[in-house]
């Protein structure tokens, strides 16, 4: 630990130890901040009870050790006199990393990539809604769900409304919560040290919003996303309203994506830029990249979209791509080359299919992995698609040999089981195998409840 780190501890009576499940939900322990001590930095911490965190040990091997990473301690901002750390998870006496820990498959895969020369840069599009009230109930005899937003088309108040899908880049009065982002922003950069690009109103009507952040290695990025999620849940709570990063909260409307941007260098020379590509000045490699992709689309759809309620969102006409194939500029295809600049800066690639349910230290790993398989198998993407692919007929679509996204989170997992040896090149099988396990029940959980829309639907067969 450096000067840096002993001087934020010594400013500090508590700390925040977090780690982050298999299902991607953040968690937490308190702490006395003089527990933080080198021994507990290079030995870790024996506080984690693996059994109460689903994915992780049974009850007769549930002894786990948290293991803070010095380079994330920093002041938590909503709290006196308190910071955070995130901790990796390792076996009881703390040298052997826990194979089911998610963090563990990020690091596991930036060393990867470092061993092969490479180094890749990420970064997230987050999109999220910021809801004025949310009443649910789900009981075998009635289910109630009501959300409620000022901003809503339903909500009646003419001076705040906005149409369906026609929140993009609104202003106030009809953006509500623009002080509540603003206050976002600034926790964001002032303590954590993040860099907000962007924070706007989205497409949706009902206060949906979209915030980039500067880009970093697959690790990096998924730290940030975890805790740019629980600034803003934690913000909006604060201020009276109920944010949520759920990818279908509504229907009729769009819904969270999770827009991830890839670039893979070598030093200062981004090998996905070529100057001589006349179509969109990328290389060779960019397009064996965007192959892994395309081959491994329809497995990695159970890790970067991996609820039931995502497959809501991946439907046609809400901006949610749901056909595998790749173009300059064109949001139908679920990989697109950004045309917002040219040059060696600028060469990467959008995957749009994730959503922000996915846990992200899984996501960033495994799209990176798809994409390297592609390069080391130098799998051809196929020709560009340079039309709205949900104009085409199936005929058309069929001709071009473009595929369909899963239609279920149950159809991804099978996909994923029948195509899952890629990832194994840096995630340990036993957390592919939890993860497949966990994802099966909450399929078999969540789809056993009877909708009302089945109700409306089907009552008087």
Known sequence: MNGNGRKLLSGARWAYIYFTDLMGYPRRVLVKSDMLDEKAFNEGLGKLDGSSVKGFASIDESDLVLKPDPKTLEVYPLTEKTVRVIADVYKPGGREPYPRDPRYAAKATRSLLADLGYNIVMAAELEFFIFDEVKVSVEPWSQILEI??????????????????????????????????????????????????????????????????????????????QLIKETVKTVAAENGYMATFMPKPLYGDNGNGMHIHVSLWNGERNLFYDESDEYAGISQLTRYFIGGLIEHGRALSAIVSPTVNS????????????????????????????????????????????????????????????????????IDPGDPVDKNIYMLSPQERRELGIKQLPRSLEEALDC?????EWLLRSWPKELLNAYIDLKRAEARRVTSYVSPAEIMEYFNI
């Open 311 to 378: 497959y809501k969102r991946l439907v046609p006409g809400y901006e949610a791509p749901i056909y595998l194939a790749w173009s300059k500029a064109n949001r139908s295809a679920a990989i697109r080359i950004p045309g917002y600049g040219k040059g060696m800066k600028h060469a990467r690639i959008e995957y749009r299919s994730p959503d922000p349910s996915a846990n992200p230290y899984l996501a960033m790993s495994a799209i990176v992995l798809a994409g390297l398989d592609g390069i080391i198998k130098k």
């Open 148 to 225: 409620s937003s000022i901003e809503a088309p339903w909500s009646g108040e003419a001076s705040y409304m906005n149409l369906l899908k026609d929140g993009y880049y609104t202003i106030p009065p009809r953006d509500v919560t623009e002080p509540v982002k603003i206050e976002i922003a600034e926790i964001l950069e002032d303590y954590y040290g993040i860099k907000v690009e962007v924070l706007h109103h989205e497409v949706a009507a009902a206060s949906q919003h979209e915030i980039n952040f500067e880009p970093g290695d697959p690790l990096e990025t998924a730290d940030r996303i």
């Open 416 to 420: 994923l089981e029948s195509d899952m």
